[in-house]
């Protein structure tokens, strides 16, 4: 199975921005759509972004549309995610994973890595 693992969680203040990045391995990148989900503390996993291998079509939680951001770079086999005016809701720890490429949504793998945590400051 394709391996990934996330990176560049940290704190930041409300309003702030992070970006983080996904790199994969052990398969072709550009075979799969992939996408973030998050954990926040005491909740169960939710989907937050999604994009098509080809990157023309993407797809966000509507709690984070307008301030988040999914890319990927095929070349690199990284996929990012840009995320600004940041709130204390969004804190959670971030996982990455291929989704299906039909429903967008729903993760393609059972296995998840250990994620980045993201912690955002009232």
């Known amino acids: 199975q394709v391996q990934l693992v996330e990176s560049g969680g940290g704190l930041v203040q409300a309003g702030g921005s992070l970006r983080l990045s996904c790199a994969a391995s052990?398969?072709?990148?550009?075979?799969?759509?992939l996408g973030w989900f998050r954990r926040p503390p005491g909740k169960e996993r939710e989907f937050v972004a999604a994009?098509?291998?080809?990157?023309?079509?993407?797809l966000y939680a509507d709690s984070v549309k307008g301030r988040f951001t999914i890319s990927r770079d095929n070349a690199k086999n990284t996929m990012y995610l840009q995320m600004n005016s940041l709130k204390p809701d969004d804190s959670a720890v971030y996982y990455c994973?291929?989704?299906?490429?039909?429903?967008?949504?729903?993760?393609?793998?059972?296995?998840w890595g250990q994620g980045t945590q993201v912690t955002v400051s009232s």
């Open positions: 994973n291929a989704v299906n490429y039909i429903a967008l949504s729903n993760p393609l793998f059972n296995s």
């Open positions: 994009i098509k291998r080809t990157g023309d079509i993407t």
């Open positions: 052990g398969r072709t990148f550009s075979d799969y759509a």
